[in-house]
C-alpha cells in the first residue's frame, strides 16, 4: 500500500510511539512569536528547564501587535526579546525587521520539503504549502518543542481534495478554499491532514499555495498540504541552490515527499474549479459561504487587506489591479498591512502603495493586528469588514463587528462601491 505526504513525514521522523497511534516526530523547525511563546518560556523559567534544544532550528518573530500598544503587549515582546537574546536565536525579527509569520518564515527559506513544523499558533497549517507537516500545538507541546525538538501527534488520517479544471477570470485561490470549507464544514477535515492536488492547485504559484494551506485549520484539518513540486524548487531556489548541482537534481530529491500514487485516503473530494465564481462569507463561521453575486447588498464600513492569508505581493497586484485610478467610497475605512516589509518594498517598488494611496487606503507596518481585533484595524460594534483574513468568528476583529473573508480582489471591489461587490465587473 502506498503513503501519503503526511505518512512519508511522519515515517521519516518517527522518534518513539508510547501509545498505540501515538507518534512522537523529531521537529526540523520551531515557530515563535510574541502572544503564545511568553507563556512557554515564563513555565519553562519556573520550572527550572530555561533551555532550548537547538537556537538554529528556532525562529522568532513579534507580529502580532507591532510596535506595542500598550504595557501588556510591551512586556509580551521583551519577553520574547530577552529570552531570544539569552539562547543566542539569530533569527529573531524585532520591529523594523518583523514582519507576520506565516509570510516571512517562508520568504527567509526557512520551510522545506519534508519538514515537521510547530508554533503556538492555529495557521501554521500554512507551511504545508512546501510539502511539509506544519501544525500549531497548545503551550504545553510549543514548551516541550523548545525544549526537547520532539513533539506528539496521533497518527493522521488525510483528506485527498483533487482541484481540476480551469480558475475563470476573477477566481482566485481564496475563492477556491472558501468553497471547500463550505462544501466540507468547519468540521470537515478534523483530525486530518488536507492534502491538495489537481491541476489546478499544480499551476497555483507558492504565495496562492499558501492561501489555500493556510485555511486548511477553518475545516478542522491538522495541517493542509501540497506536494513539492518545481515550482516549490523554484521559490526555494536562493536558499537551497548550494545544496544541489541544478533545480532538476532538488526536484528529484523532493520527490520523495510526494505521495505515492497508490496511497490511501480517508476520503477523496473531487472539485471543478471551472464552475466556481468569486466567494464570501456571510456569518459567524468560516463554512458560512455564499457567492459575492448573492451578497451585493452587504454594506461594509472597512476594508482590510493584509494578513498570513492574503498579504503577499501576488495579493497586493491582485487588488491594486482593481483600485488602480478609483477611489474608496467615502463611507469607507481602507486599510492595508503588507505582510513582510521585503513585500512592502516591492510593493513600493512596483508603484502598487501609491494605487493603494490615491484610493484613500492607509497603510500600515507588517502587522497581524487588525486580523484578531488587537490593533491597527479594530471594529466597533455594529461595522462590517471586507477582509482578506481567515476567521469571521463572532467578535474576531471587534466586539459585535461582521467580518466577510474575501479574496483580495473582491476585497478592493468592496472599497469602491462601500458594499460587497463582484470583482469581476473591475478586471
Known amino acids: 500500500m502506498g503513503k501519503t505526504v503526511a505518512q512519508k513525514i511522519f515515517d521519516a521522523h518517527l522518534r518513539d510511539e508510547p501509545f498505540p497511534g501515538t507518534k512522537v516526530l523529531s521537529l526540523d523547525m520551531v515557530f515563535c512569536h510574541e ?17 532550548v534544544f537547538d537556537p538554529n532550528k528556532i525562529k522568532a518573530v513579534i507580529d502580532h501587535v507591532t510596535p506595542a500598544k500598550d504595557s501588556k503587549t510591551a512586556q509580551q515582546g521583551k519577553v520574547l526579546r530577552d529570552w531570544a537574546r539569552r539562547h543566542n536565536i539569530k533569527d529573531f525579527f524585532d520591529i523594523g525587521r518583523n514582519g507576520v509569520c506565516h509570510a516571512i518564515f517562508p520568504e527567509k527559506g526557512f520551510v522545506r520539503p519534508g519538514y515537521t513544523i510547530i508554533m503556538g499558533d492555529s495557521h501554521t497549517c500554512t507551511h504545508g504549502a512546501f510539502g511539509a507537516f506544519a501544525a500549531g500545538v497548545g503551550t504545553t507541546d510549543l ?11 496521533r497518527q493522521p488520517k488525510t483528506l485527498r481534495i483533487n482541484v481540476n479544471g480551469t480558475l475563470p477570470k476573477g477566481v482566485y485561490a481564496k475563492d477556491v478554499i472558501l468553497h471547500i470549507i463550505g462544501t466540507i464544514s468547519v468540521n470537515g477535515a478534523t483530525d486530518m491532514v488536507i492534502e491538495f492536488g489537481g491541476n489546478v492547485v499544480e499551476n497555483l504559484s507558492m504565495e496562492s499555495r499558501m492561501t489555500l494551506c493556510n485555511m486548511a ?4 484539518g491538522t495541517s493542509g498540504i501540497c506536494a513539492p513540486d518545481m515550482t516549490t524548487v523554484e521559490y526555494l531556489w536562493p536558499f537551497i541552490k548550494d545544496d544541489y548541482p541544478s533545480k532538476e537534481a532538488a526536484l528529484e530529491d523532493y520527490k520523495q515527499w510526494q505521495p505515492d500514487a497508490d496511497a490511501e485516503y480517508e476520503r477523496v473530494l473531487e472539485i471543478d474549479a471551472s464552475s466556481l465564481e468569486p466567494m464570501c462569507t456571510y456569518g459567524y463561521k468560516p463554512d458560512c459561504v455564499k457567492p459575492v453575486s448573492q451578497m451585493t ?14 498579504g503577499r505581493i501576488e495579493d497586493l497586484r491582485e487588488a491594486a489591479a482593481v483600485l488602480k485610478g478609483k477611489t474608496i467610497a467615502d463611507s469607507v475605512r481602507g486599510i492595508l498591512s503588507p505582510a513582510t516589509p521585503d513585500i512592502f518594498k516591492q510593493a513600493n517598488h512596483e508603484g502598487l502603495i501609491d494605487i493603494f494611496l490615491e484610493a484613500g487606503f492607509c497603510v500600515t507596518n507588517p502587522t497581524c493586528g487588525a486580523c484578531l481585533g488587537m490593533s491597527n484595524g479594530v471594529l466597533a460594534e455594529g461595522e462590517a469588514c471586507a477582509s482578506t483574513t481567515n476567521r469571521n468568528f463572532n467578535g474576531r476583529m471587534g466586539k459585535g463587528g461582521m467580518v466577510h473573508l474575501m479574496s483580495p ?7 469602491i462601491t462601500g458594499h460587497i461587490t463582484d470583482p469581476r465587473k473591475y478586471l
Not at 35 to 51: C, N
Not at 143 to 153: D, H, R, S, T, W
Not at 217 to 220: N, R, V
Not at 409 to 415: M, P, R, V
Request: aromatic share 4%; glycine share 10%; charged share 25%.
Open 35 to 51: 502572544i503564545t511563546t511568553p507563556i512557554a518560556i515564563d513555565d519553562l523559567v519556573r520550572l527550572g528547564k530555561d533551555r
Open 143 to 153: 514548551e516541550v518543542g523548545i525544549l526537547k525538538g520532539v513533539c506528539a501527534f
Open 217 to 220: 485549520i477553518e475545516a478542522g
Open 297 to 310: 447588498d452587504s454594506k461594509i464600513d472597512q476594508v482590510y487587506i493584509g494578513s498570513c492569508t492574503n
Open 409 to 415: 480582489a473582491a476585497a478592493a471591489a468592496a472599497a
